[in-house]
């Protein structure tokens, strides 16, 4: 089964970089055939970074208002993500409509996973908060599980 | 007044955002006219200009690259012309070749994004690109290699698809071989006949009437269709000075309602910058094939409606392939990947046409080469009253329009200038006062 891990986010707006801080993570520690990737969440590069692939993991910031720090996994695969977690509707751009373009052209992968953790801030130049820290190692703990497990 | 008389009704609507932030549009409506309408942008790159002071020029293209996820090389080369300018090196020959190769596959990427996946959509009258998908998915297949070609031209000369990581002041870390770029042909080849096509797509669609009387601004690059470079700055009212002048005839203004710094020409007003305004002062220098697209898809020489902007971007698709394809054909490997830079404190001006627009860096140095100040004006500030202007007068002619209708329409007529993601329109709501 060919795997990618997918972080997505941008480093210079604090907690909106927690997807890459999953994947610096886990770069290197995951076995040899799971490919791990940095992406900052714009639809198309998201969909050729899930070409070929079997299985994707996506971990994305959220922003809806829950407590900062709660992790959400959602089997995209089998329907669109909760709206509270797509951020842009109007007009593609962000992981959920990466998810429900790929799945229009039948370009989803069979098992499609996405991480959400809530973000406190997202301000320009800030760091990534304490409770969101925390959070994205657990998040790489629990995606490394699921890869040894096959879930 | 009373409380019936006055109404406000916010509708909010999510458009290029990732993360939220505060940018909107107000339409003031006063008896069925209009009165006022302030377009409010987020945020300026001016976190940037402030995170660049204190650090070496030669961290500049790397820093600036981060700006904006869409055109980083863009940013990359504004700032390494200002750095060579100071210095007094010219990069050219096949060094600079590369550079104008690596802004081709930007904006193959670019313009391929916004005229398939943004703008298509409006005029479609779908709500966005999956939904496109689910109509025309050829149409959404033949966007997704365009830009995947896009890509591959920036991973193979810029080393990276996001954020080159081999463009370096005076240069290159590595520059590729002749067949590693010739590999490339096929995929370009293809994706020229694609672009062919998107033009006659596009041209066929239905275009909201609005004839705007634009000042267009574009660099000038000395017989070459602007991209990569371009020395003075002209206009198509007779503005023609050196970029290191643009803030001798360019004036930044706070205004209200706004973060942003709203740009205008000193004692003219308004202008544009971007695919119209490279076309009515350069249609003369595009491909041979290019142009004889624009014809036949019936542009005018200078075009005035900017929702036409949807075409003039394809037919750059054309000439952007085109040129990728000739800079591919004349390359030969350099013997060496950069020219010397030896910093000199001053003032350094580079200028370079983002897809978007004309993108002006400004930078002093000191005696040690460290960035004193950094001053960088993006196409989308400079656009930002052309987009008040037009709204107002498209608003005014419709304002009979039902509110949802009138919103989409809205969002379309910003759309046509492509503002930066994260340069500079980050969240837009439209909030409609009828008084």
Redesign the interface.
């Known amino acids: 089964m060919t795997t990618c891990v997918v972080g997505v986010g941008n480093e210079l707006r604090g907690d909106d970089g927690v997807g890459l801080v999953v994947a610096r993570a886990l770069e290197g520690t995951l076995p040899k055939d799971v490919r791990v990737l940095e992406c900052e969440g714009e639809p198309v590069s998201l969909l050729a970074a899930w070409e070929d692939c079997d299985r994707t993991i996506v971990v994305d910031a959220t922003q809806s208002g829950a407590q900062p720090g709660t992790i959400r996994r959602i089997a995209a695969h089998d329907g669109p993500l909760p709206p509270e977690l797509s951020r842009s509707s109007t007009h593609l751009l962000g992981v959920a409509e990466a998810v429900e373009l790929a799945r229009a052209l039948g370009r989803l992968p069979g098992r499609a996973i996405v991480y959400g953790i809530e973000g406190a801030g997202f301000e320009t130049g800030a760091e990534i908060s304490e409770p969101v820290a925390t959070a994205a190692a657990l998040v790489a703990a629990s995606i490394r599980r699921e890869l040894e497990s096959g879930r | 007044m009373s409380d019936a008389a006055t109404k406000t009704r916010t509708i909010r609507?999510?458009?290029?955002?990732?993360?939220?932030g505060e940018g909107g549009m107000r339409v003031r409506m006063r008896g069925g006219k209009v009165v006022d309408v302030q377009l409010k942008i987020y945020?300026p790159p001016r976190?940037f200009e402030a995170?660049l002071r204190g650090r070496q020029f030669s961290e500049a293209p790397d820093i600036t690259a981060?700006i904006c996820?869409?055109c980083p090389v863009a940013y990359q080369m504004s700032s390494c012309l200002a750095m060579e300018s100071l210095a007094g090196a010219e990069v050219s020959g096949q060094l600079r070749a590369l550079r104008r190769l690596l802004y081709c596959g930007e904006w193959i990427e670019s313009h391929t994004?916004h005229v398939f996946?943004?703008h298509a959509?409006d005029f479609l009258g779908v709500?966005?690109?999956?939904e496109l998908?689910?109509i025309n998915?050829g149409l959404?297949?033949t966007?997704?290699r365009l830009?995947?070609i896009g890509?591959e031209v920036m991973r193979v000369v810029g080393g990276r698809?996001?954020h080159p990581i081999n463009v370096k002041v005076g240069g290159w870390y590595k520059t590729p071989t002749r067949a590693q770029l010739e590999a490339l042909v096929p995929d370009l080849e293809w994706a020229k006949a694609a672009s062919l096509e998107a033009v006659r797509v596009v041209a066929g669609l239905e275009f909201p009437r609005l004839e705007q009387d634009y000042e267009f601004v574009a660099l000038d690059a000395a017989g070459e269709y602007p991209i990569d470079r371009g020395g003075r700055l002209v206009s198509t009212r007779g503005l023609d000075i050196p970029i290191a002048e643009f803030f001798d005839h360019v004036v930044e203004e706070h205004v209200e309602h706004s973060n942003a710094l709203h740009a205008h020409l000193r004692e003219r007003g308004s202008y544009l910058v971007g695919p119209l305004a490279r076309f009515a002062l350069h249609r003369g220098l595009l491909s041979p094939d290019a142009l004889a697209a624009a014809d036949e898809a019936g542009l005018e020489p200078v075009v005035r409606n900017p929702f036409k902007s949807i075409v003039v971007r394809a037919v750059e698709l054309v000439h952007a392939c085109d040129e990728a394809l000739r800079l591919i054909a004349a390359y030969e490997e350099p013997p060496e990947p950069a020219v010397a830079i030896v910093p000199q404190p001053g003032w350094g001006h580079g200028a370079s046409e983002a897809p978007r627009g004309v993108l002006y860096h400004r930078y002093r140095l000191g005696p040690g080469g460290e960035i004193l100040d950094a001053k960088i004006v993006p196409p989308t500030s400079q656009n930002q009253r052309s987009i008040e202007e037009d709204l107002l007068a498209f608003v005014s002619a419709h304002a009979a329009l039902p509110e949802e209708e009138l919103r989409l329409r809205c969002?379309q007529a910003i759309r046509n200038y492509d503002p930066c993601?994260?340069c500079a329109t980050h969240f837009l709501t439209l909030e409609v006062e009828r008084e």
Do not use: C, H, Q, W
Request: proline content about 5%; glycine content about 2%; aromatic content about 8%.
């Open positions: 609507t999510d458009y290029l955002a990732r993360v939220e945020e976190f995170f981060r996820g869409i994004l996946m943004l959509p709500a966005s690109a999956v998908a689910k998915p959404v297949e966007a997704l830009k995947k890509n698809e996001v969002e993601i994260s």
